[in-house]
Protein backbone atom coordinates (compact mmCIF):
# COMPACT_ATOMS: atom_id res chain seq x y z
CA UNK A 1 0.00 0.00 0.00
CA UNK A 2 1.28 3.41 -0.92
CA UNK A 3 1.71 6.14 1.67
CA UNK A 4 1.00 10.12 1.14
CA UNK A 5 3.30 12.77 2.38
CA UNK A 6 2.63 16.40 1.66
CA UNK A 7 5.24 18.71 2.90
CA UNK A 8 5.43 22.86 2.44
CA UNK A 9 8.41 24.58 1.87
CA UNK A 10 8.79 28.23 2.00
CA UNK A 11 9.73 28.23 -1.63
CA UNK A 12 10.33 26.11 -5.15
CA UNK A 13 13.67 25.77 -4.82
CA UNK A 14 13.63 23.78 -1.76
CA UNK A 15 10.84 21.84 -2.57
CA UNK A 16 12.80 20.85 -5.89
CA UNK A 17 15.55 20.08 -3.69
CA UNK A 18 13.98 17.55 -1.66
CA UNK A 19 12.76 15.48 -4.34
CA UNK A 20 16.32 15.36 -5.83
CA UNK A 21 17.19 13.64 -3.04
CA UNK A 22 14.14 11.46 -2.19
CA UNK A 23 14.55 10.25 -6.41
CA UNK A 24 18.28 9.82 -5.58
CA UNK A 25 17.45 7.55 -2.65
CA UNK A 26 15.29 5.37 -4.78
CA UNK A 27 18.35 4.63 -6.99
CA UNK A 28 19.90 3.57 -3.35
CA UNK A 29 16.59 1.23 -2.90
CA UNK A 30 15.63 3.48 0.14
CA UNK A 31 12.97 5.19 -0.78
CA UNK A 32 10.13 3.31 -3.94
CA UNK A 33 8.40 6.36 -5.51
CA UNK A 34 5.20 5.94 -7.24
CA UNK A 35 4.70 9.77 -7.27
CA UNK A 36 6.87 13.16 -6.76
CA UNK A 37 5.16 16.68 -7.37
CA UNK A 38 5.72 19.94 -6.86
CA UNK A 39 3.01 22.42 -6.70
CA UNK A 40 3.87 25.94 -6.40
CA UNK A 41 1.88 28.94 -5.67
CA UNK A 42 2.48 31.76 -7.70
CA UNK A 43 1.60 35.39 -7.19
CA UNK A 44 -1.52 36.18 -9.00
CA UNK A 45 -2.78 32.65 -7.20
CA UNK A 46 -2.43 30.23 -9.49
CA UNK A 47 -1.10 26.84 -8.62
CA UNK A 48 1.81 25.55 -11.18
CA UNK A 49 2.11 21.39 -11.07
CA UNK A 50 5.55 19.92 -11.73
CA UNK A 51 5.30 16.45 -12.55
CA UNK A 52 8.67 14.03 -12.12
CA UNK A 53 7.28 12.50 -15.23
CA UNK A 54 5.02 13.55 -18.38
CA UNK A 55 2.12 11.00 -18.69
CA UNK A 56 1.85 12.57 -22.61
CA UNK A 57 5.51 12.71 -23.46
CA UNK A 58 5.75 9.40 -22.02
CA UNK A 59 2.76 8.07 -23.78
CA UNK A 60 3.91 9.68 -26.96
CA UNK A 61 7.45 8.05 -26.76
CA UNK A 62 5.51 4.74 -26.33
CA UNK A 63 2.94 5.43 -28.96
CA UNK A 64 5.95 6.11 -31.50
CA UNK A 65 7.66 3.60 -30.96
CA UNK A 66 4.87 0.86 -31.40
CA UNK A 67 3.92 3.26 -34.08
CA UNK A 68 6.53 2.76 -35.88
CA UNK A 69 7.37 -1.15 -35.76
CA UNK A 70 3.93 -1.67 -37.24
CA UNK A 71 4.06 1.19 -39.75
CA UNK A 72 6.94 -0.96 -40.67
CA UNK A 73 5.71 -4.11 -41.25
CA UNK A 74 3.27 -2.32 -43.89
CA UNK A 75 5.93 -0.56 -45.11
CA UNK A 76 4.68 3.06 -44.18
CA UNK A 77 6.70 3.79 -40.98
CA UNK A 78 6.81 7.60 -41.15
CA UNK A 79 3.08 7.38 -40.99
CA UNK A 80 3.06 4.84 -38.50
CA UNK A 81 5.35 6.72 -36.07
CA UNK A 82 2.79 10.01 -36.52
CA UNK A 83 -0.29 8.04 -35.30
CA UNK A 84 1.02 6.14 -32.84
CA UNK A 85 2.77 9.54 -31.20
CA UNK A 86 0.02 11.42 -31.52
CA UNK A 87 -2.39 8.76 -30.01
CA UNK A 88 -0.07 7.72 -27.27
CA UNK A 89 0.27 11.35 -26.55
CA UNK A 90 -3.25 11.55 -26.43
CA UNK A 91 -4.00 8.59 -24.12
CA UNK A 92 -0.98 9.81 -21.94
CA UNK A 93 -2.41 13.23 -21.09
CA UNK A 94 -6.20 11.44 -20.21
CA UNK A 95 -4.34 9.21 -17.91
CA UNK A 96 -3.82 10.40 -14.76
CA UNK A 97 -1.61 8.38 -12.40
CA UNK A 98 -0.09 8.69 -9.03
CA UNK A 99 -1.60 11.83 -6.98
CA UNK A 100 -4.57 13.33 -8.27
CA UNK A 101 -4.24 16.75 -9.62
CA UNK A 102 -7.35 17.96 -8.52
CA UNK A 103 -6.38 16.81 -5.07
CA UNK A 104 -2.68 18.85 -5.52
CA UNK A 105 -4.81 21.91 -6.59
CA UNK A 106 -6.77 21.97 -3.62
CA UNK A 107 -4.09 21.33 -0.89
CA UNK A 108 -2.15 23.65 -2.45
CA UNK A 109 -4.23 26.53 -2.53
CA UNK A 110 -3.77 27.11 1.36
CA UNK A 111 0.34 27.86 0.33
CA UNK A 112 1.37 31.54 0.63
CA UNK A 113 1.93 33.14 -2.75
CA UNK A 114 5.83 31.78 -3.81
CA UNK A 115 5.53 28.49 -2.06
CA UNK A 116 5.80 25.14 -2.74
CA UNK A 117 4.54 21.90 -1.68
CA UNK A 118 6.15 18.42 -2.35
CA UNK A 119 3.75 15.64 -2.66
CA UNK A 120 4.97 12.19 -2.63
CA UNK A 121 3.57 8.95 -2.96
CA UNK A 122 6.19 6.12 -1.58
CA UNK A 123 5.03 2.43 -2.46
CA UNK A 124 7.98 1.61 0.27
CA UNK A 125 10.63 2.86 2.20
CA UNK A 126 13.29 2.21 4.96
CA UNK A 127 11.75 4.43 7.21
CA UNK A 128 14.81 5.06 9.70
CA UNK A 129 17.19 5.23 6.87
CA UNK A 130 14.79 7.69 5.07
CA UNK A 131 14.06 9.55 8.01
CA UNK A 132 18.21 10.14 8.69
CA UNK A 133 18.46 11.36 4.96
CA UNK A 134 15.33 14.06 5.84
CA UNK A 135 16.88 15.39 9.07
CA UNK A 136 17.27 18.83 9.60
CA UNK A 137 15.46 19.96 5.98
CA UNK A 138 13.00 22.17 7.40
CA UNK A 139 9.01 21.79 5.77
CA UNK A 140 5.95 21.30 7.33
CA UNK A 141 4.32 18.84 7.06
CA UNK A 142 0.20 19.46 5.68
CA UNK A 143 -1.23 15.72 5.08
CA UNK A 144 -0.32 12.15 5.02
CA UNK A 145 -1.57 9.03 5.24
CA UNK A 146 1.34 7.72 8.48
CA UNK A 147 0.20 6.45 11.22
CA UNK A 148 0.44 9.09 14.12
CA UNK A 149 3.37 7.68 15.84
CA UNK A 150 5.14 7.68 11.71
CA UNK A 151 3.89 11.58 11.28
CA UNK A 152 5.45 12.37 14.30
CA UNK A 153 8.92 10.86 13.70
CA UNK A 154 8.52 12.73 9.51
CA UNK A 155 8.08 16.10 11.78
CA UNK A 156 10.56 15.73 14.14
CA UNK A 157 13.03 14.54 11.58
CA UNK A 158 12.26 17.76 9.34
CA UNK A 159 12.62 19.97 12.48
CA UNK A 160 16.24 17.92 12.98
CA UNK A 161 15.33 16.85 16.06
CA UNK A 162 15.14 12.89 14.95
CA UNK A 163 14.41 11.08 18.05
CA UNK A 164 16.76 7.95 19.38
CA UNK A 165 14.57 4.98 20.20
CA UNK A 166 17.55 3.48 21.56
CA UNK A 167 17.24 0.81 24.65
CA UNK A 168 19.24 2.50 27.60
CA UNK A 169 20.54 0.06 29.67
CA UNK A 170 19.03 -0.61 33.30
Known sequence: MS?????????EEKAEEIRDRLVNLQRSHIVALADAVVATKRSNGSIR????????????????????????????PHIGLLVGAASGGLAGALTDVGVDDDFMREVADVLQPGSAALF???????????LDELKGVGGKVLRTS????????LREALAGALRQEAAQPA
Not at 3 to 11: G, K, Q, S, T
Not at 120 to 130: A, F, G, P, R
Open 3 to 11: ELVVIAFDN
Open 49 to 76: LSQLVSPATSGAISGGFWGLLIGALFLA
Open 120 to 130: VLIQKMTEDKL
Open 146 to 153: LDHTKEEQ
